[in-house]
């Protein structure tokens, strides 16, 4: 980090020393990740100059660091002409869901601009829905024909290799450029230049329809080692690829929307974001929780007299309540991560289901007569105890199924199991442990006062 | 999936023929993962004899598919003589964390199987600590020097490529096996045969020390796009390469392991842990809660006076303690999300507890009035509503400051920040929201009763 403070440094100096070349020349030197931070890290009035002096290359690589409101932002600042020029030398897919922010006027300038095969395809990518294969595709690819020999593939490759994203993999097709198989670069380089490509290459190809989600996609990257995944249309013609990149942005963002949504915070919340938007997309969820408190405020309500008759009760509230929740949280979160790694079937399910029960049995008992015992010796009441501590085994494991059914049924009903929000849960536990304390309480109430 | 039921049939179909060429056959065809997962799907029998027939080939390609306990139990099966020729041949990353757990014995017979130069790598890794670069690398890389011309490049990368799990990118080593440079294929395939390699390699390459840690690798892997990580020793020579699906997994398990730490499942639970390992994982945690759920007893205890004046005031309890949870989660979330990406310097921090502030006074204030409405309706007393409602603007404002903070600390101090977990938090939150929530009570009480 110290380096990229003095980066940010030198880049100041040049700027006042009016030595633009200097700072695109290291600019060509850093990558993307750098240059954005530093970029960052320059006070206001810096950045507007530099902006103005950088050349297009360096604001083409630094700006895919950015999120897409401060793209737009940026490219806003440098006008029209060389936001083109920018543009132009991105690659398709964050081009592609950069452009769907744009007013059609501009959108349809910069596609005059550049060539009619890149901008078909573009077109073609804002076609497809948002987060889909068919969007955060690349086409970028080396491809070659079932008949070619392995000298001409490497030919092929020699010439299209400083386009390609992939030059590892080359897509093989068939006549109705329907994807036949892969050769690695590897397997060109170690078979005979006269071999047929369609000898060598590999038949066994994981590929996506260009409709798959981008969860869907997750969950192959989590099973099988890629390097890229081709993307196919209805006919099974390759449509495009998503390279490697990508791949580690698709298992970034799903596992930060897992732990977004078990926080019950729905929509990306990051350090830039405004407070009033950050409050706009906490506030659904705490405001129905709310109104889900509302109804353990009510069962207590209806335990009035008993509470009334040993307050004492009251001392436990919170800590049941809050057991249950945490339980709960717990078995929801090996749950979520459960499903989001392999697929299940009746037998794991009941297998699962009653692993958990048999945990909440030993934490419960645990817990249980753990409470029960400080209880006793703290009020010095037996029986408070006895309920305190019976109360908190049956809510533990009325809590942990929860945390396990719960997510379950979601998945099975094809809903994210993970909007099942920690918060969620414990809410529900609330009221699940409230009835049960209560009810216990109010069986031995003549025994307690 | 229904494919890979069938081809489980047709395993146990070929099983009862006995026509076990035909498993392997079709196991050559198949991904790693599915053949696990078909394995998986055979009753347990079928399971016994399938590894009695299966060659070493096809175990070794589908042994990195499962959990290292069920590895480990897969190839005490097959008996050492077997296992020693499915070990030799996986890759050095898999196979190093595996031989860890081998009894000193077996270690050294596997050990004396292999050459030496294999022999010594491994132990070498294996002398690294766990989750470190030194023992998730791979000496499967391609390196040249720095004088080669690039036609000899590539005659190296043609002789070593099957050896090679990294042959789109080569690296150059000065004469005392320093980390020069690095070159792709591709640019060996754009570049002239007589240029050399030194003219045309790439001088800026991001490495990590054979001691990093698997957080700070995943914190570069989330910045940089690479396809690998070389891996330096002290003077900065090339030991090994981390490859892109052990990159892919590095970033998988850090993602588990902050949606875990968030629940507080300390250590990894999945779905085939067994019931009391569960258990004994999550109790820790738990029984911690259950202690600072006492803390919370004994501060409503503190205003048994208040509450027996007006027990309506336990109403609102668990909604207010549950609330301040909520908030406060959501905030963890927010802050452990961002720590993992970027890092962070005082200005940061300032702005995003200033933030995270200003949040908390718009969802305070909003809720908080929502709630004395309700309250007043519900309880036709305006003083409770003003009560409940000012304490739960004061509660969501503490709880979301200590979401945001709480992490922030256990950062600054070099601790992960996700140890600081939901129920932790929500935990806390329980007792401050407690002691507001009974002061304000008690400040008021004559107004109550």
Redesign the interface.
């Known amino acids: ?1 110290k380096k990229i403070q003095e980066d940010a440094l030198f880049v100041i100096e040049k700027l006042k020393e009016e030595k633009y070349d200097k700072i695109n020349e290291m600019f060509t ?5 750098d240059l954005a ?1 530093i970029f960052q890290n320059l006070p206001e009035k810096h950045r507007a100059s530099m902006l103005e002096h950088l050349n297009e290359a360096s604001i083409a690589s630094m700006l895919p ?1 950015f999120n897409q409101l401060k793209q737009l932002e940026l490219l806003g600042k440098i006008g029209p002409a060389r936001a083109n020029k920018v543009l132009a030398l991105l690659d398709t897919d964050i081009l592609s869901s950069l452009l769907r922010h744009f007013p059609k006027a501009d959108l349809d300038r910069f596609l005059s601009e550049i060539n009619d095969t890149e901008a078909q395809y573009l077109k073609q990518m804002m076609s497809y829905e948002r987060d889909t294969a068919g969007s955060m595709m690349t086409n970028r690819y080396l491809s070659v024909q079932l008949e070619d020999t392995v000298a001409a593939a490497v030919e092929k ?2 010439v299209h ?2 386009y ?1 994203e992939t ?2 993999i080359i897509y093989v097709l068939d006549k109705n450029n329907r994807l036949a198989g892969t050769v ?3 397997d060109l ?2 078979a005979q230049p006269d071999d047929l490509v369609k000898d060598i290459m590999l ?2 190809i ?1 590929s996506v329809p260009y409709t798959a989600k981008r969860a869907e996609i997750n969950k192959l ?5 890629f ?1 890229a995944i081709p993307v196919l249309d209805d006919q099974e013609r390759l449509l495009g690829v998503i390279t ?2 990508d ?2 942005q698709i ?2 963002q799903e ?2 929307e ?3 949504k ?4 729905n929509k990306e ?3 830039d ?4 938007t ?2 706009k997309r ?2 659904p ?3 129905a ?2 109104f889900i ?2 109804v ?3 069962i ?2 209806g335990f ?1 007299d008993t ?2 008759k040993v ?2 009760l ?6 049941i ?3 249950t ?3 709960g ?2 078995s ?3 749950v ?3 499903l989001a ?3 299940i079937n009746p037998k ?1 399910v009941t ?2 289901i009653f ?1 958990e029960f ?2 909440s049995l ?2 419960g008992v ?2 249980g007569l ?2 029960s015992l ?1 209880a006793f010796i703290w009020q010095g009441n037996m029986h408070l105890g006895i309920v305190v501590g019976s109360s908190l085994l049956l809510t533990l494991i009325l809590g942990t199924l929860a945390g396990t059914i719960v997510p379950l049924v979601l998945y099975k009903f094809n809903l994210d199991p993970a909007v099942a929000s ?2 969620l849960i ?2 529900i536990n ?1 009221i699940f442990s ?1 009835v049960v304390y209560f009810s216990i309480a109010s069986f031995f109430l003549s025994k307690l006062v």
Not at 29 to 33: E, G, R, S, V
Not at 262 to 265: G, I, M, T
Not at 314 to 319: H, K, T, Y
């Open positions: 980090m030197t850093k990558k993307p990740y931070f660091k490759a020699r290799a400083m390609s030059l590892f690695s670069y590897r380089v170690i038949k066994q994981i990257l989590k099973r099988y080692d390097s490697f990149d791949m580690m298992v970034i596992a930060n897992d732990i977004g078990l926080s019950a915070v919340i990051d350090f974001t405004k407070p009033v950050a409050a906490r506030l969820w705490l405001i929780l709310l408190g509302l353990s405020g009510s207590i309500a009035e509470l009334e307050v004492a009251a001392f436990f509230m919170p800590l309540a809050g057991m929740g945490n339980t949280t717990q929801l979160a090996v979520v991560r459960g790694e392999q697929d794991v297998r699962l692993r048999r945990v030993i934490i645990t817990c753990l409470i400080i920690g918060p414990t809410t609330d409230l």
